[in-house]
């Protein structure tokens, strides 16, 4: 009895203080993490639109967020749409209710400052406001439009599929015609040296350029990729000049209907990250179509 | 003094030929074989192996007489997660050039066996500094069968090393894949049974004119 007293006693004071400390560091770092974190995923979305060191971002371009919600009221359920309005950024945001039969409701403003509304408490809270007691409400995703010389350029969205182990999430870059302009690994947990390498360029570049037709019916081939391809591909390692415009235009012309070649050894990861934008495309053109039909027939004046 | 500081060589140089954990014990197969497809990822899987270990073991060393022998073994798992979280975090927020490198890696670490082996083997019998001695032992000891089966791999398998082009062509494909890490390690182990055949093979010999 004493001996059993003594194991839980000493098993217990462990897992406190295994516990306390990992505790204590999660309070230190979450702050600093979760900027990083951000930094990150600010970086990800130039890139992925195509802006590097070598193309500096225009001025003039502007981004707008979308944030779509799901509304249960008694029985029924809608989605809501928080969408920027107005000609200027300091406008403010209305909500659009839709059923799932992609009908329109009902459009009600939002009474939230434009600099909170990336605060996903303070946003949930001005739509629980607007919509009226007792309905719930839960936030979904959102993704993001780019304005270039006020014309719609690019549509962002970032996405979670699930991978070999846990999920990937990364972000998708449409142009307006809902082609691949890019692909950008956010975060994943697949295994170094195996699924990991869907991070690497020769991988993900597969999907630039891929138009919205071909990416409906994408799917893995385990074949591997040309060689001059895989030059292509691996923009990074290009040197100076190494491609001309007709010629990036003519690769990707070639390779335009092309599968995706699998990762040696990480079929899974492939295929996984290959579905899980198939999934998320398909997904997102039916519901901007649908969203852009309410605007245009109910006359919203919205910013994007 | 000349007595000890031996044995605290021979427990350092323990861990990288006598008893090294990939060739001689044969132990955590799993990531030495997934992981080493290249030489950078073996390099940095050792050496977030070398850090953990040698916290972890000089924790338990520290600990060893208050741990209670019957629930040993979860007592060394909570410690290797509370290391792995503690430092897994403290990368992300604050060396996240880092972390992108070596994340992957550290979260892995938990399910090492040898390092949970070195825990029960030595740690728990012995002082600080020899733990630390033999906890940097064997880390250096994996770090080089991981540096070893990486090299051997990228160089034969995509004709790299470190990511520079050495011999401009792929001379076997098939190195790539996780089943030659098993023909690699296979070879090595060979080759340590042999030398360690021929070094018995001349003491003996020598023993016998004397």
């Given at each position: 009895m004493k001996e059993m007293i003594k194991i839980v006693l000493g098993l217990c004071v462990t897992c406190i203080t295994a516990a306390c400390i990992m505790g204590v560091t999660f309070i230190f770092t979450s702050d600093p993490k979760k900027k990083n974190e951000h930094i990150n995923f600010e970086k990800n979305m130039f890139n992925v639109l195509g802006y590097n060191e070598n193309r500096s971002i225009p001025a003039d371009l502007k981004l707008y967020s979308i944030f779509r919600y799901i509304i249960i009221q008694g029985d029924n359920q809608y989605l809501g749409y928080a969408v920027p309005v107005g000609e200027k950024d300091s406008s403010g945001y209305d909500l659009l209710q839709v059923d799932t039969n992609g009908n329109f409701v009902d459009h009600k403003h939002l009474d939230i400052k434009p600099e909170k509304v990336m605060e996903e408490g303070d946003r949930t809270s001005a739509i629980k406001a607007a919509v009226g007691g007792a309905a719930t409400v839960t936030y979904a995703d959102m993704f993001f439009v780019a304005k270039v010389e006020n014309k719609r350029s690019a549509f962002l969205l970032p996405a979670e599929t699930i991978g070999f182990k846990t999920t990937i999430g990364f972000m998708l870059a449409l142009d307006p015609l809902y082609n691949v302009i890019g692909v950008e690994i956010l975060e994943h947990e697949e295994d170094p040296g195996l699924g990991a390498e869907i991070e690497q360029e020769y991988f993900k570049n597969q999907f630039q350029g891929k138009s919205f037709e071909k990416v409906k019916s994408i799917v893995v081939i385990k074949q591997p990729i040309p060689d001059d391809y895989l030059k292509f591909l691996e923009k990074k390692?290009?040197?100076?000049?190494?491609?001309?415009?007709?010629e990036i235009k003519a690769m990707q012309q070639k390779y335009q209907d092309s599968d995706i070649n699998a990762i040696t050894g990480a079929t899974i990861s492939s295929v996984a990250l290959t579905n899980g934008i198939k999934v998320a495309v398909k997904k997102f053109v039916y519901r901007v179509k649908v969203l852009d039909t309410i605007i245009m027939n109910k006359q919203i004046a919205v910013a994007f | 003094m000349a007595i000890q500081q031996k044995t605290n060589k021979e427990i350092f140089l323990n861990g990288i030929f006598n008893e090294n954990p990939i060739f001689r014990l044969a132990l955590s197969m799993c990531p030495a074989v997934a992981i080493t497809t290249n030489l950078l990822n073996g390099i940095l899987m050792g050496v977030s192996v070398i850090f953990v270990q040698i916290c972890a073991n000089s924790t338990i060393a520290l600990l060893k007489d208050y741990i209670h022998p019957r629930v040993r073994l979860p007592i060394y798992s909570l410690t290797l997660a509370t290391y792995v979280t503690v430092i897994d975090l403290i990368l992300s927020a604050y060396f996240p050039v880092a972390y992108g490198a070596l994340g992957l890696f550290i979260k892995l670490i938990v399910v090492f066996t040898f390092i949970t082996m070195r825990l029960d083997v030595f740690a728990r019998k012995n002082t600080v500094?020899?733990?630390?001695?033999?906890?940097?032992?064997?880390?250096?000891?994996?770090?080089?069968?991981?540096?070893?089966?990486?090299?051997?791999?990228?160089?034969?398998?995509?004709?790299t090393l470190l990511g520079y082009d050495i011999l401009g062509f792929k001379p076997m494909l098939f190195f790539v894949l996780p089943a030659s890490g098993f023909f690699i390690i296979g070879f090595m182990m060979a080759i340590f049974n042999y030398t360690e055949r021929i070094y018995k093979e001349k003491q003996s010999k020598r023993r016998i004119p004397a």
């Amino acid at each position: 009895m004493k001996e059993m007293i003594k194991i839980v006693l000493g098993l217990c004071v462990t897992c406190i203080t295994a516990a306390c400390i990992m505790g204590v560091t999660f309070i230190f770092t979450s702050d600093p993490k979760k900027k990083n974190e951000h930094i990150n995923f600010e970086k990800n979305m130039f890139n992925v639109l195509g802006y590097n060191e070598n193309r500096s971002i225009p001025a003039d371009l502007k981004l707008y967020s979308i944030f779509r919600y799901i509304i249960i009221q008694g029985d029924n359920q809608y989605l809501g749409y928080a969408v920027p309005v107005g000609e200027k950024d300091s406008s403010g945001y209305d909500l659009l209710q839709v059923d799932t039969n992609g009908n329109f409701v009902d459009h009600k403003h939002l009474d939230i400052k434009p600099e909170k509304v990336m605060e996903e408490g303070d946003r949930t809270s001005a739509i629980k406001a607007a919509v009226g007691g007792a309905a719930t409400v839960t936030y979904a995703d959102m993704f993001f439009v780019a304005k270039v010389e006020n014309k719609r350029s690019a549509f962002l969205l970032p996405a979670e599929t699930i991978g070999f182990k846990t999920t990937i999430g990364f972000m998708l870059a449409l142009d307006p015609l809902y082609n691949v302009i890019g692909v950008e690994i956010l975060e994943h947990e697949e295994d170094p040296g195996l699924g990991a390498e869907i991070e690497q360029e020769y991988f993900k570049n597969q999907f630039q350029g891929k138009s919205f037709e071909k990416v409906k019916s994408i799917v893995v081939i385990k074949q591997p990729i040309p060689d001059d391809y895989l030059k292509f591909l691996e923009k990074k390692k290009w040197r100076q000049g190494e491609y001309s415009e007709q010629e990036i235009k003519a690769m990707q012309q070639k390779y335009q209907d092309s599968d995706i070649n699998a990762i040696t050894g990480a079929t899974i990861s492939s295929v996984a990250l290959t579905n899980g934008i198939k999934v998320a495309v398909k997904k997102f053109v039916y519901r901007v179509k649908v969203l852009d039909t309410i605007i245009m027939n109910k006359q919203i004046a919205v910013a994007f | 003094m000349a007595i000890q500081q031996k044995t605290n060589k021979e427990i350092f140089l323990n861990g990288i030929f006598n008893e090294n954990p990939i060739f001689r014990l044969a132990l955590s197969m799993c990531p030495a074989v997934a992981i080493t497809t290249n030489l950078l990822n073996g390099i940095l899987m050792g050496v977030s192996v070398i850090f953990v270990q040698i916290c972890a073991n000089s924790t338990i060393a520290l600990l060893k007489d208050y741990i209670h022998p019957r629930v040993r073994l979860p007592i060394y798992s909570l410690t290797l997660a509370t290391y792995v979280t503690v430092i897994d975090l403290i990368l992300s927020a604050y060396f996240p050039v880092a972390y992108g490198a070596l994340g992957l890696f550290i979260k892995l670490i938990v399910v090492f066996t040898f390092i949970t082996m070195r825990l029960d083997v030595f740690a728990r019998k012995n002082t600080v500094f020899p733990t630390f001695l033999d906890a940097m032992g064997m880390g250096l000891g994996f770090l080089w069968g991981m540096m070893v089966i990486g090299g051997v791999r990228e160089l034969l398998g995509s004709g790299t090393l470190l990511g520079y082009d050495i011999l401009g062509f792929k001379p076997m494909l098939f190195f790539v894949l996780p089943a030659s890490g098993f023909f690699i390690i296979g070879f090595m182990m060979a080759i340590f049974n042999y030398t360690e055949r021929i070094y018995k093979e001349k003491q003996s010999k020598r023993r016998i004119p004397a």
